[in-house]
């Protein structure tokens, strides 16, 4: 079946730091695939999404490609801000569209 | 528009003692989910409706029953609580562009 893995966390950087969080997937088809945030005591929210291979998702600063041939889809921005700090989730689209398949989140902890 | 909502934000249980978590959207969306969240597992989904009228198991459905009220609700129940079921909860719904939309969560405590 479908599955998502992710870098474990925490990651912490300084302010102005570049980012990458690696996600790598399984899948049989061509699922689509999601970033999604969590800040502090609130539910997960969508970050960017790409639909197929070579998509390019972005949002607030973050991008992510869809890279089919390395089942990649990496989240990266320049320049983290201290408001950043949250936990990240990649997820795909499962077996049945109508459900997601998610990561077990990073957490990332961005410091002035 | 408020998106999905939830009912209780948190909630202390004794073992054997039932509840029922509310979860209502307002975005006319036909699938919605109940997902739990435990620390270092990421979102485990308990059930989902996909439209009106039905309902199905996730990964996690042990403990827990839905009702699939109307389009807008999608109601999980425990009918007798264990510490195993400890844990925040969330409701969401779908877009038909696969987005799911989260609702802020439940957190439970069961002693």
């Known amino acids: 079946g479908n599955s998502v893995t992710q870098m474990e966390g925490p990651v912490t950087l300084s302010e102005e730091a570049f980012l990458t969080i690696n996600c790598t997937y399984t899948?049989?088809?061509?699922?689509?695939l999601f970033w999604y945030v969590q800040y502090p005591g609130e539910g997960l929210q969508l970050l960017l999404k790409?639909?197929?291979?070579?998509d390019k998702g972005s949002n607030k600063g973050f991008e992510a490609t869809y890279r089919k041939e390395t089942t990649s889809f990496h989240l990266e921005k320049g320049s983290v801000q201290v408001s950043d700090s949250a936990v990240y989730f990649c997820?795909?689209?499962?077996?049945?569209?109508?459900?997601?398949?998610f990561g077990s989140g990073t957490r990332l902890l961005v410091r002035p | 528009n408020a998106g999905v909502t939830q009912t209780p934000k948190f909630q202390v249980l004794k073992t054997g003692q039932s509840m029922t978590l509310q979860c209502a959207q307002d975005?006319?969306?036909?699938?919605m989910y109940w997902y739990r969240q435990d620390p270092g597992m990421g979102l485990r989904l308990i059930y989902y409706?996909?439209?009106?009228?039905?309902?199905d198991k996730g990964e996690v459905p042990n403990g827990y029953n839905v009702s699939r009220l109307n389009k807008r609700e999608f109601s999980l129940r425990l009918e007798s609580a264990a510490p195993s079921q400890t844990s925040v909860y969330f409701c969401?719904?779908?877009?038909?562009?696969?987005?799911?939309?989260f609702g802020p969560g439940t957190r439970l405590l069961v002693l």
């Open positions: 969401a719904s779908r877009t038909g562009q696969e987005t799911q939309y």
């Open positions: 975005m006319n969306h036909n699938s």
């Open positions: 790409a639909t197929k291979a070579d």
């Open positions: 899948a049989t088809g061509y699922p689509s």
């Open positions: 409706s996909a439209s009106e009228g039905t309902t």
């Open positions: 997820a795909l689209s499962g077996d049945s569209s109508y459900k997601l398949i």
